[in-house]
């Protein structure tokens, strides 16, 4: 597969087209940011530990059912997925209070909850990525009412694997954040990434934070967090 020009530059990714109309090349950048983009820095090493640690969660979803855009990772930092149309939906799920959740209502972080929650967020930067509603989705025609069905059914799902994924590695999943899209034919898959810039991260023992939070907090040791992670994701 062939690189070619480069569609997109994101805070935290490139994406290139390839000569498949079909694929798509990411490429994973070492660059942080936070609040919307407020806050800058960059993380030694996060890039290709995002890559490998997405790679390595979207092979065990496929596994257990979910359909994903992963192809195949070409090098440390770069993998090849199937081209979709995102959906611009941010969907989160929780199963411990933490951040905007905890900000919101006004609750301490940790709450461990008898059900995850979902949530939605319209993925919109200049709008500072808003709270919405399935029905707010609906009536921007952001999604039919079919797909919201199934992303929600899909989050549910991918939350049990990686719950039960991490309770083995002694990390308890706080929360995290779920892109969706659409292949050429309408089916919906995941897409986007799985790593400690999208989920919460906290050793089951110690509460240690191992995840984008040490960067956000600047609580120290980021690059180790991360790298920490990867330890206990891949074994190396
Ligand atoms: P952001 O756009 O939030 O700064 P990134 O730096 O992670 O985020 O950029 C990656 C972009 O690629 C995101 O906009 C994401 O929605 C999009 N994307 C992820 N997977 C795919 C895919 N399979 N096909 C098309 N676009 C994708
Ligand atoms: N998240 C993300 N991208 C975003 C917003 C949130 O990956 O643009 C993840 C975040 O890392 C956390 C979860 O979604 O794991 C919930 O984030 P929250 O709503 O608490 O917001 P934050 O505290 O990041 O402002």
Redesign the pocket.
């Known amino acids: 597969m062939e690189k070619r020009e480069l569609l997109?530059?994101?805070?935290?990714?490139?994406?290139y087209a390839t000569d498949d109309p079909e694929v798509?090349l990411?490429d994973y950048?070492d660059d942080a940011?936070a609040f919307n983009g407020l806050k800058k820095g960059t993380i030694a090493g996060k890039g290709a530990i995002n890559n490998r640690v997405t790679n390595y969660m979207m092979r065990i979803l496929e596994k257990e059912g979910v359909p994903t855009?992963y192809v195949e990772e070409i090098s440390p930092c770069e993998t090849l997925?199937?081209?979709?149309?995102?959906v611009p939906l941010e969907v989160i799920i929780r199963n411990i209070s933490a951040g905007s959740f905890a900000k919101r209502f006004g609750v301490s972080e940790g709450i461990v909850f008898e059900e995850p929650t979902i949530e939605f967020s319209y993925?919109n930067?200049e709008l500072g990525d808003p709270l919405m509603n399935a029905y707010h989705a609906f009536a921007l025609g952001l999604a039919t009412k079919k797909e919201i069905e199934t992303i929600k059914e899909m989050a549910f799902k991918i939350n049990a694997v990686m719950k039960d994924f991490f309770r083995k590695l002694k990390v308890d999943l706080v929360d995290f954040k779920l892109?969706f899209?659409r292949l050429s034919d309408g089916t919906i898959?995941l897409?986007?990434?799985i790593s400690p810039d999208t989920c919460r991260f906290w050793d089951s023992e110690t509460h240690e934070k191992l995840d984008k939070d040490r960067f956000r907090r600047d609580l120290g040791n980021v690059e180790d967090a991360y790298k920490e992670m990867m330890k206990r994701i891949l074994g190396e």
């Open positions: 997109y530059e994101g805070k935290a990714k490139k994406v798509l990411v950048k940011t855009h997925v199937k081209k979709v149309s995102i993925k930067d892109e899209g898959v897409a986007d990434e």
